[in-house]
């Protein structure tokens, strides 16, 4: 499986971003997203994930995102979708996609390139 993310850019506060990454490979070899960010000095955090596999589509969101980020799907376009809503300074950071091996994305398998946001004024 191969992925690839974009959607980053610059973005005030409060602003709105839509990130994607687009999953090339077989869908029988992974069954979950996840979407990762990395802020410079920072460990890496994990900010939600959501099953490929599964005809809900199940969600999960850091607290930190919770209810400002919303995590979807488009299996016909082989693309998950990040948006994200009323961003903060404290969400700069290089963002990431993950495909995982389970649904609830506990057992990463292979990670796409990251791509920059920064919330400015």
């Known amino acids: 499986v191969q992925l690839q993310a974009s959607g980053g850019g610059l973005v005030q506060p409060g602003g709105s971003l839509r990130l994607s990454c687009v999953h090339s490979g077989p869908t029988l070899d992974f069954n979950g997203i996840a979407w990762f960010r990395q802020a410079p000095g920072k460990e890496r955090e994990r900010v939600g994930c959501i099953a490929i596999s599964s005809s809900d589509g199940r969600t999960s969101y850091a607290d930190s995102v919770k209810g400002r980020f919303t995590i979807s799907r488009d299996n016909a376009k082989n693309t998950v979708y990040l948006q994200m809503n009323s961003l903060k300074p404290d969400d700069m950071a290089v963002y990431y996609c993950?495909?995982?091996?389970?649904?609830?994305?506990?057992?990463?398998?292979?990670w796409g390139q990251g791509t920059q946001v920064t919330v400015s004024s």
């Open positions: 993950a495909a995982a091996i389970d649904s609830q994305c506990r057992v990463l398998k292979r």
